[in-house]
């Protein structure tokens, strides 16, 4: 069994008595990606997958688009074919959707050490945004719950660095991070067989639209900054001067939520983190 995603989820379209556990075993990726890493138990993060070694990091022919043949460029073992158009089919659309979503973040050629073993950047990412969005909403919409998996959809093609280091460059560069996954997703979705609606509004979740009015993209934006101060704020807290990390913090802070606020609180952080992220929001 493949164990994809944790808990168990209603799926739009389907009774309201049904509860799916496709978050439980997705298709297989295929034979040349291998299980690599072994799930902490405190946050139930589900088995991640990285490439073998022979696998390159980014499919031939590919440049910021992904290529016209998916399946050919990113072989994934479906569980049904594509042109599903009814009900009784949705979970295994959504269970197609999230395997080609993990299959392309799984070759991101950024990794991060985990007890011991390398776990490809944004699958460990994307299984945190969803872990967070299991946590705060348990009953989230497919298109959220496809979205928080799409978070950083190949973010590494297009680095910070393609933009001047400064506040505008900064701005630049997230604008076009929002479209860029957008449109990945997109293909992705048009691929296993959603329709328009749904793509456009994963888009839409992707770019933020409506923050502080529309309470899907508001959840989005929770759990995304959640974390990112549950596991990435003290790396960064070490790698830069204290006023920039409290001009981060009160950012961070300033786009959530009450539901964030009371979930941030509850986090757990070294004693120097602690330090840093209290002292603004106490002031």
């Known amino acids: 069994m493949v164990f994809c995603l944790r808990g168990s989820k209603s799926i739009r379209g389907s009774p309201s008595s049904t509860r799916t556990e496709i978050w439980r075993e997705c298709p297989p990726f295929g034979s040349s990606v291998q299980a690599d890493f072994t799930p902490s138990e405190d946050r139930g993060i589900p088995l991640l997958y990285t490439r073998s070694p022979s696998e390159s990091a980014t499919p031939s022919g590919t440049d910021n688009a992904l290529p016209k043949d998916l399946r050919q460029a990113y072989p994934v073992q479906f569980s049904v074919g594509k042109d599903m158009n009814n009900n009784d089919n949705d979970d295994k659309r959504f269970a197609n959707a999230i395997a080609y979503i993990d299959k392309i973040n799984s070759i991101d050629p950024n990794m991060e050490l985990i007890k011991g073993k390398n776990v490809p ?62 449109k990945v997703a997109g293909e992705i979705l048009k691929e296993v067989g959603y329709n328009d609606e749904m793509i456009n509004r994963v888009a839409s979740l992707l770019q933020k639209k409506n923050l502080k009015r529309d309470p899907e993209t508001q959840m989005i934006e929770d759990v995304s900054c959640l974390v990112f101060l549950e596991f990435y704020f003290a790396d960064f807290a070490a790698k830069h001067a204290e006023e920039k990390v409290i001009n981060i913090i009160q950012k961070t802070w300033g786009k959530m939520s009450p539901t964030g606020h009371r979930a941030a609180l509850k986090l757990e952080f070294n004693p120097s983190s602690k330090t840093l992220l209290f002292r603004p929001l106490d002031g």
């Open 121 to 182: 950047a944004e699958l460990l990412y994307s299984e945190r945004m969803t872990t967070w969005l299991d946590t705060l909403d348990g009953n989230a919409s497919e298109a959220l719950q496809l979205a928080c998996r799409c978070q950083h959809i190949r973010r590494w093609d297009i680095p910070r660095n393609n933009y001047p280091m400064d506040r505008k460059g900064y701005l630049q560069w997230r604008v076009a991070l929002g479209k860029h996954h957008g």
